[in-house]
């Protein structure tokens, strides 16, 4: 019904930069929050960064000032920018989406996109 496909993840050293994707497809009629989750080895699944369909934002503690959150809404889709990354980025990031379609309101989750801080 809904498709979330999430791109822009790989390898990249302490202190750089990546930019994460994520293009919804299918039966929308509207998006409310879009939003980025990650979870790495061994831990919960977290809320990294969050935008609701007006503009409005909330980050993890932990990615302030260096993450920034961003939609398109004529696309559908949702971005992440990620700067001065740090290893303990390292994890599968996830999109999610709130959106209704003409059964209804559901919340629906990317594949994930493996994210590699590493020297």
């Known amino acids: 019904q809904v498709q979330l496909v999430e791109s822009g993840g790989g390898l990249v050293q302490p202190g750089g930069s990546l930019r994460l994707s994520c293009a919804a497809s299918g039966s929308i009629l509207s998006i409310n929050a879009m939003g980025w989750y990650r979870q790495a080895p061994g831990k919960e699944r977290e809320l990294v960064a969050v935008?609701?369909?007006?503009?409005?934002?909330n980050y993890a503690d932990s990615v302030k000032g260096r993450f920034t959150i961003s939609r398109d809404n004529a696309k559908n889709t949702v971005y992440l920018q990620m700067n001065s990354l740090k290893p303990e980025d390292t994890a599968v990031y996830y999109c999610n989406c709130n959106v209704y379609t003409p059964s209804g309101r559901n919340t629906y989750w990317g594949q994930g996109t493996q994210v590699t801080v590493s020297s």
């Open positions: 935008i609701r369909s007006v503009g409005s934002t």
